[in-house]
Structure formats: structure tokens, C-alpha cells
Nanobody, 118 residues
């Protein structure tokens, strides 16, 4: 069983940066896709970014392109989300997802709150 645990959230002023981390225990995750999703108050959960198993392919939501960077360190079973130039509309609970399509493996963390003040 894989249990992702997010950290790094908090309160920050607009224009500043935060780095989220998601560490997972349970097994080696080098073949898994890792991603970040977020859910703002009163809204549905939405995709933010994903990184493929070897880090060669990343995808971003249009709303965060050029500001957020996803990366992974398989030696630490950890995925990161570097968030720069934060905006109030980035305020949300950020969730880590670790999954392997076609293998029935799909794990979510419990989330970390990011609040961006104007």
C-alpha cells in the first residue's frame, strides 16, 4: 500500500513562492506517474501538473504554466511542486496523486492547504 503525505503548504503573499513536497512510503515508485491536483473552496478538484515515470514528460494546467514546476526524486520517493508568482486564485487544498494506469494503482494524499493573500 502506498500512502502519499503532502507538506509545505501555508499562508503566503501574492507574488511569493512555495514548494510543496509529497513523500510516499510503501514501495518503490519509479514506474508511477506522480501529480498534483487542487481544490479551491466551492469548486471541484482540478488538475495542476503531472510528471511521468522517468521525469521526461511533464504536463501543466494552463493556469499554472510558466509559474509552477513539478519534479521528482525517486531515491526519496518524493514529488515536488515549486510554485512561483503565486496568485490569490491559487488558493486551494493541494493533493498529491501517485498512480499507474492499467494496474489498478491510484493513491491520493490527504492534502495540504495553500492560501495566497492579496
Amino acid at each position: 500500500q502506498v500512502q502519499p503525505v503532502e507538506s509545505g503548504g501555508g499562508l503566503v503573499q501574492a507574488g511569493r513562492s512555495l514548494r510543496l513536497s509529497c513523500a510516499a512510503s510503501g514501495r518503490t515508485l519509479s514506474r508511477y506517474i506522480m501529480g498534483w491536483f487542487r481544490q479551491a473552496p466551492g469548486k471541484e478538484r482540478e488538475f495542476v501538473a503531472t510528471i511521468n515515470w522517468n521525469g521526461a514528460i511533464t504536463n501543466y494546467a494552463d493556469s499554472v504554466k510558466g509559474r509552477f514546476t513539478i519534479s521528482r526524486d525517486d531515491a526519496k520517493n518524493t514529488v515536488y511542486l515549486q510554485m512561483n508568482s503565486l496568485k490569490p486564485e491559487d488558493t486551494a487544498v493541494y493533493y498529491c496523486r501517485i498512480y499507474r494506469p492499467g494496474y489498478g494503482m491510484d493513491y491520493w494524499g490527504k492534502g495540504t492547504l495553500v492560501t495566497v493573500s492579496s
